[in-house]
């Protein structure tokens, strides 16, 4: 069992930079192949933002924030950070961290991930 906590959302401009923190139980990223960061907006489905192997350190990116946004993991802390650069509107969301047994090619679908934190608010002001 993984368990997963999310902080650092808040309430930024436009143009602003936050950095999330997913902190997973020790030593449970050992037992994740991926660990990937969702977004949901209330009435649309949760969209695949970024993901991280932490054991070889891939990293894949959404079209959306590619250039603004990187993933990185501290094994050492059991901790995988988003941190989140010019910052938009569009990019108002619940922030969800989510580990995989498996890495799979699907890796941008909810569906392939076992274990999910219970989210962090992010908005975005102009």
């Known amino acids: 069992q993984v368990q997963l906590v999310e902080s650092g959302g808040d309430s930024v401009q436009a143009g602003g930079s936050l950095t999330l923190s997913c902190a997973a139980s020790?030593?449970?990223?050992?037992?994740?192949?991926?660990v990937a960061w969702f977004r949901q907006v209330q009435g649309k489905e949760r969209e695949g933002v970024a993901v991280i192997y932490p054991t070889y350190g891939n990293t894949y990116y959404a079209d959306s924030v590619k250039g603004r946004f990187t993933i990185a993991a501290d094994n050492a802390r059991d901790t995988v950070f988003l941190q989140m650069n010019n910052l938009t509107p569009e990019d108002t969301a619940m922030y969800y961290c989510a580990a995989g047994r498996v890495c799979v090619s699907s890796r941008m679908q909810s569906r392939v991930y076992n274990f999910w934190g219970q989210g962090t608010q992010v908005t975005v002001s102009h």
């Open positions: 020790v030593q449970s990223l050992n037992a994740a192949c991926m």
